[in-house]
């Protein structure tokens, strides 16, 4: 396989059929596989480029592939396509070194741009984990405890309740949190809390 090779893992043939439709109208080369399993038995630890993997499948999930990928050694970059994203989830993946997480359905610009960033090199340095001290003391002691809770996955009322706080002041400090660590949403909260960094920015 080329080292530009963009494997597409998803148990739905239709989105198979649209994201290599997609890719390889702008020159990727991609290879298809309708489950975790079906990848594993053809995969070699040579293979390089970047791996399109759906979240929930049926047998091994994706988190599970990408762990037995992770613990082989292998050099394959991953992003995750789902319909049914979660934090706790997008939070797992991110930890594990995903690309990006994207949410079904979305759009071609936004599918190659992930591709694009799954197909750089890996960086060879992590960053350091977002904290309210790696922020340099900008959150408040009442927005770190809120952050914490967030990137869990809690929801906001879940959140209230622990804090001893209605759920409209959680978000409150959810936008100031937003606000000032620069994530645009909670999914690239949890990617930056994971990495220390936010998803790597697109190429103009």
């Known amino acids: 396989m080329h080292h530009r090779t963009v494997y597409i893992v998803d148990d739905d043939a239709g989105v198979r059929d649209a994201v290599s439709l997609v890719l390889s109208l702008e020159g990727h080369a991609t290879a298809s596989f309708c489950s975790a399993e079906a990848f594993l ?4 630890p040579h293979w390089q480029g970047c791996l399109l993997l759906d979240l929930k ?12 990928l992770q613990q082989a050694g292998s050099p394959l970059r991953v992003v995750f396509m789902t319909a049914h994203g979660d934090v706790a989830a997008a939070r797992e993946a991110f930890l594990a070194d ?9 759009d071609p610009p936004q599918l190659l741009a992930a591709v694009a960033r799954g197909l750089r090199p890996s960086p060879t340095a992590k960053p350091r984990p977002l904290t309210a001290s790696t922020l340099g003391g900008e959150l408040s002691p009442r927005e770190a405890q809120v952050m914490a809770l967030l990137v869990q996955g809690l929801p906001h009322r879940q959140i209230a309740g622990a804090l001893g706080i209605s759920p409209r002041t959680v978000e409150v400090h959810k936008a100031r949190i937003l606000q000032k660590t620069g994530a645009a949403n909670i999914v690239e909260l949890v ?11 697109t190429q103009a």
């Open 191 to 201: 990617h930056r809390h994971a990495t220390g960094s936010p998803p790597e920015p």
């Open 98 to 106: 995903a690309v990006d997480f994207l949410e079904k359905p979305f």
């Open 57 to 68: 499948m049926q047998g091994l999930s994706g988190l599970d592939l990408q762990r037995r």
């Open 41 to 44: 038995q053809a995969w070699q």
